[in-house]
């Protein structure tokens, strides 16, 4: 709504500013009060006060810092209060405060949220705390005021006048029972002002309506009950009521104008020549009555008086037709009420005899012919009735003349009538013909017409039909511009703009179909869910499509994001919609198709074959609703179909595919030339087809699949997205083909559709994936030219299959669903074959990698950007990853639009994009990356020596998988011996497992033989010195930095090139040291054992570091808020703690703080802007997901994500001796001879600790798991 800015201001009274000391005093002293105040002590009485005094206080605190934990503990604590005042003695006297205490937490959270649900139940509590509080009450006017708050805080978000009438109620009765020197009265006088505005805002001007009102009563005061004229008065008055009811909706208004009919009549006898006049107003407020109120009695009462009217007129008398034109209109609302037909040929009688009765030349004649084309219209449906209806149509616009305001009503009518033949015919002259009428009702209708909503949305219609006929984008885009004017020339308060807003959503549907653009379904979504809330929950067939529509958009974006609530809300919405219509109802067969399309969703997504056969049964019932020869039926027939072939390939049915065969071959056949959607059903016919061969093996229908396919595509636009699909469903139709054939035709003609199906863009990336992967397959046999193209246009795929706008947990399940890591593996090792290893390096990158690197891609440095553009980037990323945003896809739009604007700056045509080889090998400028490739053929090393270097190839022959998976597992049965926990276990494990004290010679042995394995096949090959491991596949978490003597070699890990690439690239903002050291021995709960060591490992630490700035959390100041406020300030980090490692949400890991933890997807969305290092002394910080184990999101990986350059961390857990120890060491040798310590050293730093270990012939078991990762 449009809410001037002083009310704006009203609404939200809480702004930030400095802390009073005092509130935060009474804070904390409440909140001791509260846990002094058990709930089984006898003072049980007092905690209720002491619990609205803490929200009390809480809510003053959150005015003062906009916390909003403070706002949600207050409204904790005034729940609590109200439930004590359930139970206790006397509990129900104070109820009414605690309720309007409640309801003010509530409110203001709205206000902060905006969340309707808590608007709702503030109004809620109010109401209790008001009927429960006596008028004599000095607290009742308090109450009232703040109801009335929360009405006008509802209607100015719904637009809802029965909130507005509410607010005005209780904001009068407040002022009323408040005294004429109250404190309070001149805020409860102003708040009634403001409820005054608003609806003066909303209705305009009604200072004639006012005035006419005003002399009406005036004139009945000064008329003797007696008079002769008081009848005559009286309906004068209520015709003016009946007008401020029109312009207002105010109940009161038409109750007083049907009172005033009544008495009217009531005044009147039978012989009196005006009785017939007042009974018919008297009928026509009884019909509003019935529009507003949809009580039947009211229509029936209509009905009576309406006859009792026409009884009375004499035959000649020329209001007779008239009279006999309004019961028409009551008979009508009664037959769309119950379908009698009684009632409608009772209409259809009446008004034909009202058009028999009125002259040729009466202008009202072409009003009467109108209405009857309309009485039609409400028949059967049949073709007849649709012929008469356009007649008197016709007739109706024939003798309106040119320059008359109905004549554009009527030829609305007309072009009406016209659309509903052309859609049950597909003539395309009606629809020629609809167009150039409603161009011409345009033109005749001037800006600011009421009715000029209405037709703008009539003309958008008929624009959106001949684009599904002929698939122009034009015609889309002048059907979303008459849209788009439609809605704007309707105020935001008009009952009507529902419609136009669910129009426009449809549009804007179709556009996002063709063109795939976010910001259209975007769009869509917002319009649809402000046309449900204009319509609320009333239970009406008017409700279905509306929640159709919601329905339909919820589904495009789950098919978008994947997420799975999008669909169980699009179900529901479809559901009601259904629901809420009878099964005549012309409309309910399009619902039917949404439900089921639904149903088939879900099917795919979790495999319930219950889904799909409701689906079938759904699909089927929609068909049976649509004749034979409507324009739709072939669209309906291939919905069908297509869920039958879903179930054959589920069930092997036969009976299913010919079923679906058949039905394909009939959308075809009754679907005309030059028809848009011809394309798509000779494409299902020729998935048909080919299925069929599959099953039979029979010859000709591999033939008639690819002919199908190819007339397919011919009938397909170049820049129509599903053309892409086509070509590719093509060409696997060419290679079973070929398969057969063996022509050399017939594979040129697949490496060309595919090439030329990934020249433009897809609506269905996993199609096209799947396909590449299959080409690239296909290629690998018969032609391996094409290898590197069909690997590289699958995973070019991956940003739009991982799409950054999804949840991690989203992405980790299209990663899995979609395997990923094999598909990587495949394609390095085939790319491996060819020589091709700079192509091997950046598919590994891409695959391997992908979510890891768009964490990193919202932390990225954007330093050497424009300073406008950098802000503009590091606020939109800090609003999509921050998961605050109420409008993430605007954002995401947005950041894409200015990702365009940043690449075509000089030195950034890469940004955030797959780096190319010649960008990926500057990774390697601290020492050569070694990349380990697992697969089940060979496994192999790839090795980037030198920035400058091109990459090389060392072959492992005598590595298999199989060999890694045994030492994978000989590993972990050897921790296991070791009570320490390994990677494969999804148990929580503290940093210092309570290990037995043995270290028998036979385990120490094995863990011996696993390390010389590793150094034999794997790392005697490596020389010496500083270098990377880039593990994947079955080597990951192994040892490979503990296979050799530690002067050799100083390991790193890393997760990516890419992180390597912006590690080294980071210029922190703060150039002076701030450590923080962070250590929790107990984190007062049953998170873990106390950790005896750390207190002395934290003294070590902030010993050496004497001279510089060191910050140290221990104990009870661990708390998640403190170190989360040094995590945003510090360049280094130390913690010693417990941690879990989450295999299952490899997000949700996390370390173990005092009363709290630290996940890690927290840790991914804060800014570090001064991050440069972090020791994770706790347990399993190198520990990944062990079905994503190339994703490295594990808590170090996380850490060097969320912007750290290095880190140090554990493969699993340590022991409590050698934290101290290795601490000492590391730190010692960063800050020797008092120098500033710098990331690159760690490692080495790292080495000199483990080399002590050894020295100290410590178990394998200890010395093994510290890691280094990153620069």
């Known amino acids: 709504m449009n809410i001037s800015a002083d009310t704006v201001s009203t609404q939200n009274r809480c702004f930030p500013h400095e802390l009073d000391s005092g509130t935060q005093d009474t804070v904390e002293r409440l909140e001791q009060c509260v846990k002094n105040t058990l709930p089984w002590q006898r003072s049980q009485r007092t905690r209720p006060g002491h619990l609205h005094r803490l929200a009390k206080a809480l809510r003053t605190r959150y005015c003062s810092t906009g916390d909003l934990n403070d706002l949600e503990n207050s409204l904790k604590a005034d729940q609590q209060a109200l439930e004590i005042t359930q139970v206790i003695r006397r509990g129900y006297l104070s109820k009414p405060f605690y309720l309007h205490s409640l309801a003010t937490s509530f409110r203001a959270r709205y206000r902060r949220s905006g969340n309707l649900i808590d608007l709702d139940t503030a109004v809620e509590n109010d109401q209790q705390a008001i009927e429960l509080t006596p008028t004599e009450d000095p607290s009742k006017a308090f109450r009232l005021q703040s109801l009335a708050s929360s009405f006008r805080d509802r209607y100015r978000r719904l637009g809802n006048l029965l909130d507005l009438e509410a607010a005005l109620r209780n904001d009068r009765q407040a002022v009323e029972l408040t005294p004429e020197n109250h404190p309070s009265r001149a805020g409860r006088v102003h708040n009634l002002a403001l409820s005054l505005r608003d609806r003066y805002q909303r209705l305009g001007d009604i200072n004639d309506l006012d005035a006419a009102l005003h002399n009406g009563q005036e004139a009945i005061l000064l008329t003797d009950e007696g008079d002769s004229s008081r009848a005559g008065y009286l309906h004068s008055l209520s015709l003016s009521f009946r007008c401020r009811y029109q312009k207002l909706g105010e109940e009161k208004d038409l109750e007083t104008a049907l009172h005033m009919r009544r008495e009217a009549a009531g005044l009147t006898s039978d012989s009196n020549p005006k009785r017939a006049e007042y009974l018919q107003s008297l009928a026509v407020s009884l ?46 609302a009664r037959y769309q009420r119950f379908h009698e037909p009684k009632d409608l040929d009772a209409a259809l009688k009446s008004n034909q005899e009202a058009v028999d009765l009125t002259p040729l030349d009466d202008p009202q004649r072409a009003g009467r012919l109108q209405n009857l084309g309309k009485v039609f219209l409400m028949g059967s449906g049949s073709l007849g009735d649709l012929e008469a209806a356009l007649e008197k149509f016709k007739e109706a616009v024939h003798l309106t003349p040119h320059g008359y305001a109905e004549r554009a009503d009527r030829l609305q009518s007309v072009a009406g009538v016209l659309t509903e033949r052309y859609q049950r015919l ?67 308060w008009d009952f009507a703009r529902r419609l136009y807003l669910q129009n426009l959503a449809v549009l804007l549907i179709d556009r996002y179909l063709r063109l795939g653009e976010l910001k259209d379904l975007d769009a869509a979504l917002k319009y649809d869910l402000e046309a449900v809330e204009l319509t609320g929950q009333k239970s009406t067939t008017d409700a279905a499509g509306f929640w159709h529509s919601l329905a339909m958009s919820l589904r495009f974006r789950y098919q978008r994001l994947g997420e799975m609530k999008d669909l169980e809300a699009a179900l529901q919405k479809a559901r009601n919609a259904v629901d809420l219509t009878s099964e005549n109802d012309p409309d309910r067969s399009r619902y039917l198709q949404g439900l089921g399309a639904l149903l088939r969703e879900r099917y795919q997504c979790l495999g319930n074959v219950k889904d799909l056969s409701t689906a079938v049964q759904n699909f089927r019932e929609a068909v049976s609703m649509i004749p034979d020869n409507h324009p739709e039926r072939p669209g309906y027939l291939h919905t069908l179909s297509i869920a039958l072939t879903d179930r054959y390939l589920r069930l092997s049915d ?5 079923a679906a065969f058949q039905m394909h071959k009939e959308a075809v056949e009754q679907t005309p030339e030059g028809h848009h959607e011809k394309s798509l059903y000779l494409h299902s016919l020729a998935m048909s087809f080919g299925l069929k061969y599959k099953a039979l093996g029979k010859m000709k229908d591999l033939e008639s699949a690819v002919a199908q396919h190819k007339e397919a595509v011919n009938l397909t636009a170049e820049e129509h997205p599903d053309r892409a699909r086509r070509l590719q469903s093509l060409a696997v ?39 590449a992967l299959h080409w690239a397959s296909f290629t690998e046999h018969f032609d391996c030219s094409h290898c590197e ?31 990923v890591p094999q598909a990587t593996s495949n394609a390095i090792r085939t790319l491996i074959n060819v020589s091709n290893l700079t192509s091997s390096v950046k598919i590994m990158e891409q695959g391997l990698a992908t979510i890891f690197q768009q964490m990193l891609q919202l932390k990225t440095g954007v330093e050497r950007l424009q300073p406008e553009l950098a802000n503009r980037f590091q606020n939109l990323s800090h609003q999509l990853y921050s998961g605050y945003t109420d409008d993430p896809m605007r954002v995401i739009n947005d950041r894409n639009d200015l990702l365009k604007e940043i690449r075509s700056e000089e030195g950034f045509k890469y940004f955030l994009l797959p780096n190319p080889y010649s960008v990926l090998q500057q990774a390697s400028q601290g020492g050569p990356i070694v990349i380990l490739n697992s697969h089940k053929d060979h496994c192999d090393a790839v090795i980037i020596p030198q920035p400058t270097s091109v990459p090389v190839h060392v072959p492992l022959p005598s590595v298999t998988l199989d060999l890694l998976t045994s030492q994978q597992k000989k590993l972990k049965d050897l921790l296991g011996q070791c009570n320490v926990r390994n990677r494969g276990e999804a148990v929580f494990s503290s940093r210092f497992g309570k290990r037995e004290n043995f270290s028998s010679k036979s385990t120490q042995e094995c863990f011996k033989d696993i390390l010389d394995w590793l150094w034999t096949h794997i790392v005697h090959d490596i020389r010496g010195g500083r270098l990377w491991w880039l593990p994947t596949g079955a080597f990951t978490g192994l040892p490979l930095h503990a296979t050799s003597e530690t ?9 990516t ?41 934290l003294r070590k630490i902030v010993s050496t570091a004497k001279g510089f700035l060191v910050q140290s959390l221990e104990g009870e100041g661990a708390t998640v808020e403190a170190v989360t406020d040094q995590l945003q300030s510090c360049s280094w980090l130390h913690l010693a703690c417990h941690g879990k490692q989450d295999l299952f949400e490899p997000t949700k890991s996390h370390l173990l703080l005092y009363g709290g933890i630290l996940e890690l997807e927290t840790i991914l969305r804060m800014p570090l802007p001064n991050a440069q290092f ?25 850490f060097i994500a969320a912007g750290f350059q290095g880190a140090i961390g554990t493969m699993w857990s340590m022991n409590d001796d050698d934290g101290p120890t290795v601490a000492e060491i590391v730190y010692s040798h960063l800050f020797r001879d008092g120098r500033q310590p710098q990331p690159s050293d760690a490692a080495e730093a790292l080495q000199l600790a483990v080399r002590e270990l050894r020295n100290r012939k410590v178990p394998y078991e200890r010395w093994i798991p510290f890691i280094h990762m990153g620069v």
């Not at 036969?654 to 010919?658: A, H, R, S």
Request: proline letters at 4%; aromatic letters at 6%.
């Open 287 to 332: 019909h509003d009555r019935y529009e507003k109120l949809g009580e039947a009695e009211d229509l029936n009462s209509a009905l009576q008086n309406h006859r009792e009217a026409i009884h009375l007129t004499q035959e000649g008398d020329p209001e007779r037709a008239r009279r006999l034109q309004s019961m028409t209109l009551s008979l009508s």
């Open 426 to 492: 597909g003539a395309p002259k009606d629809l020629e013909d609809t167009l150039r009428i409603k161009e011409e009702i345009a033109q005749l209708t001037p800006e600011g017409d009421p009715k000029q909503p209405v037709r703008l949305q009539a003309l958008a219609i008929s624009l959106r039909d001949q684009y599904h006929r002929f698939g122009k984008l034009d015609d889309l885009e002048a059907a979303l511009i008459q849209a788009k004017a439609a809605v704007e020339a309707t105020p935001e």
């Open 654 to 658: 036969l009976k299913d595919l010919e």
């Open 733 to 771: 139709s060419l290679i079973d083909q070929y398969h057969r054939s063996g022509d050399p035709e017939d594979l040129q003609a697949i490496h060309t559709n595919y090439i030329n199906s990934f020249k433009g863009s897809s609506l269905t990336p996993e199609m096209s994936w799947n396909n």
């Open 789 to 819: 193209t069909a690997y590289m246009a699958a995973f070019d795929l991956l940003p739009e299959l991982l799409w950054i706008g999804s949840s991690i947990p989203v992405r980790h399940a299209a990663v899995k669903r979609l395997d």
């Open 1047 to 1055: 002067d050799q070699f100083i390991h790193s890990y890393t997760a």
């Open 1057 to 1097: 090139l890419g992180s390597l690439l912006e590690a080294y690239g980071k210029r922190p903002l703060r150039t002076e040291l701030k450590l923080s050291v962070v250590g929790v021995t107990h984190t007062n709960s049953n998170g873990g054992n106390a950790l005896r060591g750390v207190e002395r490992e």
């Open 1174 to 1198: 972090v020791f994770l002394a706790a347990c399993q910080t190198a520990m990944g997901d062990a079905e994503l184990v190339n994703e490295s999101f594990h808590l170090g990986g996380g």
